[in-house]
């Protein structure tokens, strides 16, 4: 199975890399493909996620060809 996986902003900076192209044996959550993606220890509570271009949950199962994409919180005023 494979995915798509984009960083944006910060996270592209702290992950160092703007994308991957993840090879997974099996679907998986979300945040646990954050965790095989990026090698970090915890799933960081203020990332944005969005699973084929929808704002979704670290929850969200993740299928074959699907692309995932990884945002910073954002602030305004």
């Known amino acids: 199975m494979t995915i ?9 900076e702290r992950i160092g ?4 192209t993840l090879e997974l044996p099996k679907s998986l959550k979300i945040n646990q493909v954050w965790l095989q ?6 799933f960081p509570d203020d990332v944005l996620i ?4 929808e704002y979704t949950d ?6 074959d060809g699907d692309e995932v994409a990884f945002f910073p ?3 305004g005023g």
């Open 17 to 20: 890399r703007g994308s991957d």
């Open 37 to 42: 993606a990026t090698g970090q220890e915890s």
């Open 4 to 12: 798509n996986i984009l960083y944006f902003a910060s996270l592209r």
């Open 50 to 53: 969005a699973l084929n271009q």
């Open 58 to 63: 670290a929850n969200a199962i993740v299928n």
């Open 73 to 75: 919180p954002v602030t």
